[in-house]
């Protein structure tokens, strides 16, 4: 597995624009949780071996959160012309399967992707209710075969604290996983596709 960091994109930004395709057939855009306490935007996809090795926590994860009032979304922008197995009817499988109660969403293009400067599957964005990014990192430090037990402890510190309206620490560790699959020649500028250390 080649491991692949986030791009630790600048606290502070705020959360681009998106409208996408969900597994359920609706469009699902950013707009759609200006109610909420704050939105978690993950990037995640069906194959991955880190995606794999949470999967089910995420699962747990985000209705959890989202009983507490916190947006959560997940996007997936591999291109699935060479990873089929990404595409939108397994991935809707996928969250059958695995209880997903958040949106799905399909990011056919990879603008999203490029936008939220993502670069590694799973990514994780978390913004607080004006859709300030306050949190860009892992979940936690189980990786596969880690032995570590998985139990979302960095992320799970960060949403609390939004939810209590508390400010984050800007002390965070990168998520690590697969690089996100880029189609042929649309590798964005800010990804040099080095593997993390």
């Known amino acids: 597995m080649v491991k692949t960091a986030s791009t630790m994109l600048p606290l502070g930004s705020q959360a681009p624009h998106f409208s996408l395709p969900n597994v359920d057939g609706s469009t699902v855009s950013l707009s759609d949780f200006d109610s909420k306490s704050g939105l978690l935007v993950m990037f995640i996809c069906n194959h991955c071996p880190f995606v794999i090795h949470l999967r089910e926590d995420l699962a747990k994860f985000g209705k959890e959160y989202q009983e507490k009032g916190l947006g959560v979304v997940a996007i997936s ?10 595409g939108p009817h397994k991935m809707r499988q996928e969250a059958e399967s695995q209880g997903y109660t958040f949106p799905y969403l399909y990011d056919e293009t990879q ?29 936690d430090d189980s990786r ?30 990168p998520s690590i996983g697969c690089n996100i699959k880029w189609k042929s020649g649309s590798e964005p500028d800010y990804f040099t596709g080095q593997s993390a250390e």
């Not at 922008?77 to 990404?86: E, G, L, W």
């Not at 490029?114 to 300030?132: I, V």
Request: charged share 20%; aromatic share 10%.
């Open 77 to 86: 922008s591999n291109d699935v012309d060479n990873y089929p197995q990404d």
């Open 111 to 139: 603008d999203v992707a490029k936008a939220y400067h993502a670069a590694c599957t799973p990514d994780f964005f978390l913004f607080d209710s004006n859709h300030k990014l306050v949190y860009r990192g892992q979940f």
């Open 144 to 173: 596969p075969d880690s032995g570590i037990p998985v139990t979302g402890a960095d992320l799970r510190a960060a949403c609390d604290q939004v939810l209590a309206g508390q400010p984050v620490p800007a002390e965070q560790k």
